[in-house]
């Protein structure tokens, strides 16, 4: 069809692997997600005395609590997915491992379940990593609407990394620094060619610069 053949010329998909492999790797993406939920909890459980000075230092208990590293790691996984189809189904099975991992050790290691409001900002973002999943998918492609889409991520780990106001009256970091370690890294992942990562960088600052303008905040970001 049609636009299929436009979407092939964004980024066309790979030969498909066997059905074992399949399951195997969206199995594995559910196994990672389940030991950082296990291991997020178990940061968010320990007292920062009881911790080794460099995740002290460089704030990493809270670091894993912020949707940043996830939302990079589902990045990564959608990103080097076979096919859009394999992102759309990889994606949510890291953050349904997460919650699942993260759930089990509050309630049997913890003794209570987080609090729900909290949850299910994670459940929402399970829900629709599906749509982001494949977005990213395609970002990794050429031509206008992966230099569109990947201008749209790096936006988004720019706030992360960055506070600032639209008149610029301040201008920091947002938290201890890994944040930006995500930006840079976010970028070479969705490198491509040096003249569509260049674009989509630049185009990235205004998108983020707008973003800031904008007179009401957008939900999670």
Known sequence: MSYMKTLNKIRAPHKGSSLTKKVTFSLLCAILGFALGIFSKFLDCTPSNAMPKIVVDFDITNFFGRIAIWAFIAMIISVFS????RA????PCFF???LIGYCLYSYFVAGFMPDRSYLMIWVTYTVISPIFAV????AKGYGTVATILSAFIIAYFILQAFS???DFSYFGLSY???EILLLIASIAVLYKKPKQTIISVIAAIFISYFIVLLPFSIPFI
């Open 96 to 98: 349904a491992g997460m």
């Open 82 to 85: 076979k096919t859009p189809i």
């Open 88 to 91: 759309v189904i990889n994606a």
């Open 164 to 166: 600032f106001a639209g």
């Open 135 to 138: 977005l990213c998918w395609y």
């Open 176 to 178: 201890q620094g890994l």
